[in-house]
């Protein structure tokens, strides 16, 4: 699946790609002889997740609740981000809340499993052409690192999370 900038009239979907989970609950600074997956919360994991793309570009690192999302290593996952739920693309009006969509007109959302609202909170350029983006997901992290081309579309305040 390749990288998508729009599903509709306008530039709803953000990025969207396929990865696979390479590793649940990792810890790159543990010691040989500590635990080489702890578990920090009950609710909680943190998934590593690489491109399925053939140049493998981008690399994921994710907070998921898996009591929500249940998720095993080898899984194979869409990734998107969006800057609505609305299928015209029109920002969401502020006097509903996210989640209401009891409107009859559907959303992006009903297409994923899992979602969540965060905020872009950093951005990290380096000298070759890739980038690193940070989402915050009221504590549930998202960074990302992949070809500045790709994730240059990032570069807004708030996005929806949509796995499936």
Known sequence: MATT???TGSDTLLYS????VQDINFNKNAKPEEDPNPKKYDRVSRL??????ADQA????????TELYPVTRGQNLVLALASTL???GEKEDD????????????????DYDYVCHGKVYRFEDSE???IKVYISFGGLLLYMEGPYRRLTPL??????????
Not at 48 to 53: D, P
Not at 58 to 65: E, I, K, S
Request: aromatic fraction near 8%; charge should be negative; avoid cysteine.
């Open 58 to 65: 981008m690399t994921v690192t994710l907070d998921v609740n």
């Open 95 to 110: 006097s509903r809340g996210w989640r209401d969509v009891g409107d009859g007109n559907g959303s992006i959302a009903d």
């Open 5 to 7: 900038t729009a599903t």
């Open 128 to 130: 070759a052409e890739t």
């Open 48 to 53: 590593s997740l690489i491109s399925t793309e």
């Open 17 to 20: 790609e396929r990865f696979v």
């Open 86 to 88: 609305n299928l015209d």
């Open 155 to 164: 570069r807004i305040d708030y996005v929806y999370l949509l796995i499936k």
